[in-house]
């Protein structure tokens, strides 16, 4: 089924820019849209951004669009997610996860393990 | 944005029990609504899709139910591995949106 891991955070200071990583394991993951999802520290889960299997198709959360950026790389399993002009309150775990459709819906169902950004 | 809204924000139960969450959503998301559950330190999982049917692999002490705004998740026969936090989280959008969540602690 494969697998799904993040990398590349870490603590940074605002307004600079950190670009986190998630690869994916299997070939079929190229098939699949790919989201982030976020969550700080003791709070709930916030959906961040998606990128459909061709990359053409992007959304962004209200809370970081035009500050973030999700792209991703077919031919080398990867997504990832360029965040400029970082805020205090971007601090938070990072997860990478696959969209799965069935029965007309969708849900995630492949996660990372997260990957943590602290801002300060 | 569409709008979930949990409730309630945490409840206490006995193992053995019974527990129902509601998830209200701003606008109609048709069934277009998931249920995970999260424990500390982990990634969520999907329990339910679709507002009712079951991911493969979750026991059958949890389901799903509704349509439109008003959806329920109740988990019967509480097990000591289901005291977690639960998200319901809408799909109807181009862009997702999650629940506040509802921490599931022990009576």
């Known amino acids: 089924q494969g697998q799904v891991v993040e990398s590349g955070g870490g603590v940074v200071p605002p307004g600079k820019s950190l670009r986190l990583s998630c690869r994916t394991s299997?070939?079929?993951?190229?098939?699949?849209?790919m989201h982030w999802v976020r969550q700080a520290p003791g709070r709930g889960l916030e959906w961040v951004a998606s990128?459909?299997?061709?990359?053409?198709?992007?959304e962004y959360a209200d809370s970081v669009r035009g500050r973030f950026t999700v792209s991703r790389d077919n031919s080398q399993n990867t997504v990832s997610l360029l965040m400029d002009n970082l805020r205090v309150d971007d601090t938070a775990v990072y997860f990478c996860?696959?969209?799965?459709?069935?029965?007309?819906?969708?849900?995630?169902?492949?996660w990372g393990q997260g990957s943590l950004v602290i801002v300060s | 944005d569409i709008q979930l809204t949990q409730s309630p924000s945490s409840l206490s139960a006995s193992v053995g029990g019974r527990v129902t969450i509601t998830c209200r959503a701003s606008?109609?998301?048709?069934?277009?609504l998931n249920w995970y559950k999260q424990t500390p330190g982990t990634a969520p999982k999907v329990l339910i899709y679709?507002?009712?049917h079951l991911q493969s692999g979750v026991p059958a002490r949890f389901s799903g139910s509704g349509s439109g705004t008003h959806f329920s998740l109740t988990i019967d026969d509480l097990r000591p591995e289901d005291f977690a936090t639960y998200y319901c989280?809408?799909?109807?959008?181009?862009?997702?949106?999650f629940g506040q969540g509802t921490k599931v602690d022990v009576k």
């Open positions: 996860a696959r969209r799965y459709c069935l029965a007309n819906s969708c849900s995630l169902d492949f």
């Open positions: 299997g070939s079929t993951f190229r098939f699949f849209n």
């Open positions: 990128t459909s299997d061709d990359d053409a198709n992007k």
């Open positions: 606008q109609s998301v048709d069934t277009h």
């Open positions: 679709g507002a009712s």
């Open positions: 989280q809408q799909s109807s959008s181009a862009r997702w949106t």
